[in-house]
């Protein structure tokens, strides 16, 4: 599948400490696994000028506290809180984040959907993106929520189905299916061409 360069961005979801390292509150083995496809990826990207953008998860640590419903630290634990190390992204990735180097974004966001109350769909909006190659993890909760809030706004999501974290390999398989059946598109790595 090809994607041109100046209308595509690869959205990495969430590779960061908590989710993929050993030490995590909230590690996977196969979110461990993802870094190296993730990252081979993102070098692809930044070789064909492709924008690259990373998501954060971030928890302030009073964020749940009024909840009525929606408390992740409920549901999950206490992780990826404000300032700790699980919040920052992985060492492995090569982010260019003002450096002068790429127009790489972070975006940080506070749900499992990257464009809910953040500035993304602007970014995307005003830089003439219409095309997201989308990888990271968890692949069916901040993936599956991220790629079909895209879809909503009129982007095209293109999940790689090999560059995913996932608890159960069950859970990636549902998302994977789900992205292609209900708003998207998924394909694998070797699939993914940035020559336009």
Not at 51 to 74: G, N, S
Not at 108 to 125: C, I, M, P, S, V
């Amino acid at each position: 599948m090809e994607f041109d360069p100046e209308t595509t961005a690869l959205v990495v979801v969430d590779v960061q400490n908590g989710f993929c390292k050993p030490d995590g509150s909230l590690h996977s083995p196969a979110s461990e696994d993802c870094i190296e496809p993730v990252s081979t990826l993102v070098d692809r990207a930044h070789d064909a000028g492709v924008r690259v953008v990373f998501t954060r998860d971030v928890h302030p640590p009073e964020q749940f506290e009024d909840a009525h419903y929606y408390d992740e630290f409920d549901r999950w634990g206490e992780h990826v809180v404000e300032g700790s190390w699980e919040a920052e992204l992985v060492e492995e990735l090569d982010v260019r984040e003002g450096d002068g180097q790429g127009d790489d974004h972070v975006v940080e966001k506070h749900t499992y959907d990257a464009f809910h109350r953040t500035e993304l769909e602007g970014w995307l909006n005003a830089r003439g993106i219409r095309d997201l190659v989308i990888c990271g993890t968890l692949a069916n909760v901040c993936v599956l929520h991220t790629a079909g809030s895209a879809g909503l706004r009129d982007f095209k999501p293109v999940v790689v189905e090999d560059a995913l974290g996932y608890i159960e390999e069950g859970h990636r398989d549902y998302a994977v299916e789900h992205s292609g059946w209900l708003f998207g598109e998924t394909v694998s790595m070797d699939e993914v061409d940035f020559s336009g």
